[in-house]
């Protein structure tokens, strides 16, 4: 049983699979409780699941806490009507149906640098700005039924304080709509309009340690933030680290003291959720090339890792490009899956199952180098998901990372760093409270040959097509 030494607070993580409830002590950080309920697996849902799955998790877990926020899935369109009533389905982020719809954007504003200065981000299918343009586009019934957007944790938020309050967001989830500029702080009602045709009323930025209402007259709530803003604030991440997430999308972040524009539109240049910024890559494409590919080889994940180990690292010079939905970086949006280098000697399940860690890990990779060359400091990573939990992925990663990794103990961090903001806005201190990291491993065998070899590869693979 954990002691206590302070207050509870509690942290929501609203991610795409499910709502995940931790309550925390805020003193120290160490979780008291916790549970989960499942969202369906769509690209497109209904908000009020997400709420029915909140009161399934949260049943019986606060009654003692003081103070709670939201962390939810990034860049999701939640569309109200004049009454506060959702239009539509959500799209969420993983929804590539507004592909035409982000490159019509980006050539409408004047090209990619354009969108970079304005927002530090270029968008592609992934961001809410483009599913505006989308559904402008091809519900116009629907569209002009819309005078609210939300993203998925505002709404959240929103709804636990009974819709009494202006709607609130913050300033690393708004980063990730693509109208709203982290460099400047404000929203860019111009994009709102040449997206939708029209303006919209969006959400007032709260401040990162705010209390922005009370769930009821004891327990406060704080403003919330991103998944990815909130797997730093959990991590305790500073100036430094890097944050390399192997989960349904793969992440690879930093928390940087300086505002990024990379017109290439690799790194996404967002904010965090303290009042730096958060220079982002992500992948469409991480634990569940894992999944499938132990679906194909008739196996599970322990499976995997076993055929995985038994293989050479370069998997004999299979190469998997893992774009089993698309992809979002590099952006190919159509783009499919595909398997190079097959041989009647080389052709087994355990270079498959080898190639499908490395070409999952490669993205990653690139990641860490797109970084690199926006001069953000990488000191440390870290190599959190579920993805993290592998044999197979820890036994690669540091290899064709080409770094020593460090890999935290397993942990809810998303809903952890909503938590520990919920936690700062209860105490009103200036920083929010210092959580020890929980007990970490660190991996540092590398091969540095083997590593560039397994990247040349490919590179060369991903360039050919």
């Not at 030494?5 to 120290?28: E, H």
């Not at 939640?78 to 980006?106: F, I, M």
């Not at 498959?352 to 000191?379: F, K, Q, S």
């Not at 440390?380 to 998901?385: E, H, M, T």
């Amino acid at each position: 049983m954990t002691l206590r030494t302070g207050p509870l607070v509690a942290g929501i993580d609203s991610s795409t699979q499910s709502c995940k409830v931790v309550v925390v002590d805020a003193d120290t950080g160490a979780v008291v409780r916790e549970a989960r309920a499942p969202h369906p697996d769509t690209t497109e849902v209904d908000p009020r699941r997400w709420w029915d799955a909140w009161t399934e998790a949260s049943a019986g877990l606060l009654d003692d806490v003081r103070a709670l926020a939201v962390a939810g899935q990034q860049h999701g369109l939640v569309a109200l009507d004049g009454d506060g009533a959702v239009v539509r389905p959500a799209l969420l982020w993983h929804d590539t149906r507004s592909a035409d719809a982000a490159s019509d954007l980006v050539s409408e504003f004047g090209g990619p640098a354009a969108w970079a200065d304005a927002v530090g981000s270029v968008p592609v299918a992934s961001f809410t700005v483009t599913k505006l343009r989308w559904v402008a586009e091809h519900e116009p019934a629907l569209a002009a039924r819309i005078e609210r957007v939300l993203l998925p944790h505002d709404w959240l938020t929103w709804r636990l304080l009974g819709g009494r309050v202006e709607p609130v967001t913050d300033a690393g989830d708004a980063s990730g709509t693509g109208y709203w500029s982290p460099a400047e702080h404000t929203y860019r009602d111009d994009v709102v309009s040449l997206a939708f045709g029209a303006p919209l009323a969006l959400p007032r930025v709260a401040a990162p340690s705010e209390v922005v209402g009370e769930l009821d007259s004891r327990t406060i709530v704080a403003p919330g933030t991103g998944d990815n803003m909130g797997a730093a604030l959990g991590l305790g991440a500073g100036p430094g680290d890097v944050i390399v997430s192997v989960g349904t999308s793969g992440t690879v972040f930093a928390v940087h003291s300086d505002s990024v524009a990379d017109a290439s539109g690799t790194v996404a240049g967002f904010a965090d959720a303290t009042g730096r910024f958060l220079p982002l890559v992500c992948t469409l494409n991480a634990a569940r090339v894992l999944g499938a590919t132990a679906r194909m080889l008739g196996t599970d994940l322990d499976g995997l890792d076993r055929l995985a180990l038994a293989a050479n690292p370069g998997a004999d010079g299979l190469v998997l490009l893992p774009y089993l939905d698309g992809e979002r970086t590099p952006n190919l949006p159509d783009a499919a899956g595909s398997l190079h280098g097959l041989r009647r000697d080389t052709m087994t399940p355990e270079n498959v199952a080898r190639a499908a860690v490395e070409g999952m890990l490669c993205g990653l990779a690139d990641g860490l180098d797109a970084l690199r060359a926006l001069e953000v400091d990488i000191n440390r990573i870290l190599l959190v998901g579920g993805g993290a939990r592998s044999a197979a992925v820890r036994e690669a990663a540091p290899t064709v990372l080409g770094a020593p990794v460090t890999v935290p103990e397993p942990g809810e961090y998303v809903a952890i760093g909503a938590a520990r903001q919920a936690a700062w806005a209860l105490a009103g201190t200036p920083e929010p409270p210092h959580w020890p990291l929980r007990e970490a491993t660190i991996l540092t065998g590398i091969d540095r040959s083997v590593g560039d070899h397994i990247r040349d590869r490919y590179a060369a693979t991903r360039h050919s097509i």
